[in-house]
């Protein structure tokens, strides 16, 4: 006859394996919440992206060559920065999901109505 007021008796056996997976499963699910909360952490483009690349993005505007960018054209004044000019690193809507420098520059650029 089974005891229940015994838990032994009534809970399902866990074992070492089982029980280690769950905590793993719940390692995961956590740190993707985290990583939820941290959503205004842009990831910054990496310049060897391919779109980053077809687009000619650099990090620092003044590495381009001056026959293909004109000297006052960087992110922090192209419309697309969702920055202030003063920010080092924004969004940018070419890199959904990803920050762009505000020094930066690629081949998209289009002037910043002013304000
Ligand atoms: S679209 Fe504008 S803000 Fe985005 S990377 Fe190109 S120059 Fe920079």
């Not at 205004?40 to 077809?54: I, S």
């Not at 000619?56 to 003044?62: C, E, Q, S």
Request: charged content about 25%; glycine content about 6%; some cysteine.
């Amino acid at each position: 006859m089974q005891d229940y007021k015994d838990p032994r008796q009534w809970l399902p056996k866990m074992t070492r394996r089982r029980f280690f997976t769950s905590a793993g499963a719940a390692a995961v699910a956590t740190s993707g919440l985290s990583q939820f909360a941290a959503a205004d952490d842009l990831v910054r483009v990496d310049e060897n992206d391919p779109t980053a690349k077809a687009l000619n993005y650099v990090h620092d505007a003044k590495t381009v060559d001056a026959a293909k960018r004109a000297s006052d054209r960087y992110c922090y004044n192209c419309a697309l920065f969702e920055g202030e000019s003063d920010d080092e690193w924004a969004a940018c809507g070419i890199f959904p999901g990803k920050a762009v420098a505000g020094q930066g520059w690629c081949s998209v650029w289009a002037p910043k109505a002013p304000k």
